[in-house]
């Protein structure tokens, strides 16, 4: 039996979030039938983590097992051709029989795009904002995230989670022109956590909360607190990183 | 009465084309609608030119009248927020009382977007194409159309066309990592010719055509000749050009 890693892109608009759910099209089952079919055994995948419904995904991973998948660049145009359009595997390497997508990945990035001028061609990808925002507030606020290691605040009350524990490497918002883009990167992320941070921060750039008292929601943890959640749809998993030791 | 020139965007996926249609939804349709809801009055308007169902614009124009706009940052807020999220009014300005958005366009140009690679963001904006294309070879073929001024192979058979003349400035394909990008500009444009060129174009690309056969296909003037047409969500309006006289 081998183990594979595959990478996965999605846009999420028409799924119920990455994980199976009952009587909902999600990209995990939806991966899962189109592998079935082509390697003609049933297949299951484990991903990196999950992702809500509307959610994307520039960079995913997934493993599965399997005794042999034969030439990739065969596999790989087989499964894109059973996939709908809008899945997409953009590669797949064996690894380690341990290796594991979700438990060995050691960083994680998401990105929140905020449109900021009407675009035909965005609709379903970013989130069209129509408040004045300081950016630079903003960014003010984003630090104060890395003094911290305990996102209680911004995590969703029901939760399977044991503990609340993240080690934020960076959280920082970029101008562009005709967007607003928040890129966060942890090693691990709790459920509605970024929509959670990014609507409390969208208050702090309206001037509607001040640096003290965004300081204040973290160290309150309390999900009550913080800011209503920024929309799923201009949120995108866009990296995950492992350690070089899973490749064989 | 003044009158108003209107810079449209819009993504042609829900539409049956620009123009108004029985049964249909239409791009003018949906925009005389919004604009006669915002401004209290029937508001008709004359575009640049037709697109076909499925055909997106990033710049068409087009003009109606009116006696007074008012300001017109507010204008656009108000229209943009009536506007279903495909469609975006980009700018608005006035012009002489008899500018014409379709007889004084000077130069219309096109591009047709051939997507290389699966991408799951771009379903409805790609002709995903699977062949191997000889883009020299493609890039010569679409030299041979600024000989000629006679389109007739490349319309469609119904067409309220009087005549075929065109005047194709420029033709050529850009090749970049993940697409292939055919622009085209011209005085004007017969019903589906740039849809006809790219799929004739493409048999060139594929080694299923000789230079010398394409060059036959367009003196013959006869549109049976000419390979199928690529498909409509790769197409874009890209650009349409007016003399300056007639902004006021």
Redesign the interface.
């Known amino acids: 039996m081998k183990r594979y890693f595959l990478e996965v892109?999605?846009?999420g608009t028409n799924y119920h979030g990455w994980q199976i759910q009952e009587n909902a099209g999600s990209v995990q089952d939806t991966l899962q039938r189109a592998l079935s079919k082509i390697l003609r055994r049933p297949i299951q995948v484990m991903g990196s983590g999950r992702t809500d419904t509307g959610v994307?995904a520039l960079q995913q991973f997934a493993h599965f097992d399997i005794d042999e998948l034969g030439a990739s660049s065969d596999f790989l145009k087989r499964v894109?051709a059973v996939l709908p359009?809008?899945?997409?595997i953009l590669d797949v390497r064996e690894v380690a029989p341990d290796a594991h997508a979700r438990f060995d990945a050691t960083w994680r990035s998401y990105r929140y795009v905020i449109g900021l001028r009407?675009?035909?061609?965005e609709?379903g990808?970013v989130w069209?904002c129509f408040y004045e925002l300081d950016v630079p507030q903003m960014n003010e606020a984003a630090n104060l995230l890395l003094r911290f290691d305990d996102f209680e605040s911004f995590s969703r009350v029901k939760t399977e989670a044991t503990h609340f524990r993240c080690k934020i490497k960076s959280a920082k918002w970029e101008q562009k022109p005709n967007h607003l883009i928040f890129h966060i990167t942890a090693n691990r992320f709790l459920r509605g956590m970024v929509r959670a941070i990014v609507g409390t921060l969208v208050l702090v750039g309206r001037g509607r909360m001040t640096l003290e008292e965004f300081e204040g929601i973290i160290k309150a943890k309390r999900r009550v607190e913080a800011g209503s959640s920024a929309p799923p749809q201009g949120l995108f998993l866009s990296e995950v990183l492992y350690p070089v030791h899973i490749f064989v």
Do not use: C, E, V
């Open positions: 892109a999605y846009k994307h894109n359009s809008d899945i997409g009407k675009d035909p061609f609709d990808l069209r």
